[in-house]
């Protein structure tokens, strides 16, 4: 009979707000408000059904009478599973099937604590009322009060004369005060009338009905806003809205009003197609420029993909379309970063298996500012097969492909590529190195469709190319330990060589489709390539010496690293980009005994001070080709101070045509002020120009309640000449403004990124050091 009673008190529902779990994350123990009583702890252990349903009763005193009425007085507690019902005394009454309770009330489960003055349950609706309530949810920042707490028959939760905040103290620096909410305990949303939010006890904000989530399911409604000003755009306000379509959908509408060009909105769809596949569609659009003098409409649209159909088959899908070269550069997308200027259009699907591969793909790349627009491959079919140690540890590979190029400007010649490589290996490793040679054969066969073009006149309409390649590569691990400066470590010693040696046949009548010179870092001084793409094969007969030293310490952690390297030329390399009857208008170095030296450097100098660079020497010109420094000091989490520079000569400047080199000093530092501001900012000079480039200034406190961040911004910008748009009179050379996010926690999110987050915020993201830690 108690057992049936009972049962009606543990019909409370479990008060969980929507992302908050991350919060709990992120969220100072400080943060944590903890109810003024004692965790519970079941009286029992056991988590079988017969368990969790038993019912322990436990009291000082009771008495009952047999059908009407039983008391219980003195530290009583009701408990089953994981809740409990503690009180000075209740009363239990069997003829109107209710449960009295008073008394230094409080309920517990694993969710929340509820103190109340009384609790009455009726046992026929399975309803309960709590007056007098304040409540707190286990391990998080709410807590409120409510003048009545309601379990209702359906098991939701009413609050009366209620309120909560994520704020500890008595005086929280902010406050939602309600007339009445209700939480849906089986749609998992909360309704809330007549609300007022206090912000230091003083009202900002009424709202006569909204709602929110009390679980990890995601609602409709209207997420925070953001506010900002720069010189480009006037005064921007954004209020996005989040449409939950159905589970596998959503859709979040941003209208964004700039004062200097108008309304800018931005649609984004996700979608879930089955388990494993996922996608989004993008939508943006600006009515009427009014920025620039003919006031042109610019839009955006972009649809990715991807996901597998089974264990086999994946799919990857990715298009973009923008109005004009500019359009990252002015507007603040959802899809691009302005730093980018490339659309790669791609679709592909590909099948695997564990020794071979298949894959078929169509690629268009859009190159924002350049009036030469890439070849577009309709479409590429590869296949890889490899069967290692197939006889006697020896390995084999075959890659080939069947590539078709279009243009869109039927003027250009096209092609259709078939290239097959197959390749053996005999491979040999241990501790102490490796050592790996290696035979392809590089056989390539065009079938092209010459244009007209005075410059194709060289090209032929049928080219079968064979190259042989052979390629062997070996290093020697050394390893010792040493001391330094009174410290212990292990060093080690790793030189490393490669033979390459590469057939030579003039292919100055082959297009360039999808060939481009590689990055000649130290990395690169091993490859078998120059190139990449297959429109370009350069010969090579030559060495390549390289030296890596590291030192790890006590920990095991690399606090050193160097390496050197360079190519010794035994015959001169005849292929280039633009070859013109055989000769060679590209590479100089490749016509000397000796490439560049290629030196880069990683160490952790004392302490919480790092040190990296690398560059690349030409002895024989005595010529910097490319250098970078950075020097780093970061004494702890969120503390950092950086100094760096780097030079690039003959870079492609895609506006002019013309090359320039770039000199550039950068600084960028974080730190905190106290444990709740911090300060980031960045500048970074051109020393060619003698102009600075960006300039970052941000300040960002945050409190367990709420978070502000406050921040300039000056940068230069990157207009291209565009066609479609060719007034170019009214864009600014730079672009400032002011930036502001504010977050009250539990209501809009859990604030601002952070450190990182600033860091990234510009032109140029802060980049650690590789492999180096604290």
Known sequence: MQIRYFLALCLLPQLVLADETETVAETSSQCIVEPPVKPYVPLYEGNSPEDLARIYISSDRSSAQMGKEATFTGDVNFSQGGR???????????????????????FQD????????????KMRSNSAILSGAQYWLTGQQIHGDADRLEITKENNLLLSGTNFTTCPGKDPDWLLEADRIKIDSTEEWGEIWDAKIKIAGVPVMYVPYMTIPVSDKRKSGFLFPTFSTSTTNGVEVATPYYWNIAPEYDLTFTPNYMSARGLYTKTEFRYLAGENQQGQLNFEYLADDDKLANSPDRYLYHWEHSGAINKNWRVLANYTEVSDNNYFNDLNSDVQRATDNQLNRIGEISYFEQNWDFSARVQDIKVL???EKPYQVMPQVTFNYRAPSYWHGLDFKLYSEATNFEHQDREYSAATRVHLEPSISYPIHGPAGSLTSEVKLLQTNYWQDVSEDPSDSELRDRVNRTLPEVRIHGQVNFERFTDYFDSQYRQTLEPQFQYLYVGYEDQSDIGIYDTALLQEDYNGLFRDRRFSGLDR?????????????????EQNHEVFKFSLGQIIYLEDSRVGINDINGTNDTFVQENTSNSAIAAELTTQLYADWFLSGSIQYDVKESENKKSEVTVDYRPGTNK???????????????????????????????WPINDNLYLVGNWYYDLNESRAVETYTGFQYESCCWAVRLSYHYRIKTNYIDEDNPVQDTRELFESGIYLNFVIKGLGGSGPLGVSDMLDDGLFNYRKPLYLMN
């Open 369 to 371: 500012g350049e009036e």
């Open 84 to 106: 409990n019902i503690a009180a000075d005394k209740a009363i239990l009454n069997q003829e109107s099937e209710e449960l009295h309770a008073n008394g230094n009330l409080v």
């Open 537 to 553: 094969i350069a010969d090579a007969n030559q060495f390549t010496l390289g030296l890596t030293t590291r030192l790890f310490n």
């Open 110 to 121: 694993d969710i929340f604590t509820v103190t109340a003055d009384s609790l009455v349950a």
């Open 640 to 670: 950092l101070l950086q100094a760096s520079y780097r030079y690039v000569p003959d870079l492609l400047n895609t506006n002019t045509n013309e090359s320039v080199d770039i000199k550039q000093l950068g600084f960028r530092g974080a």
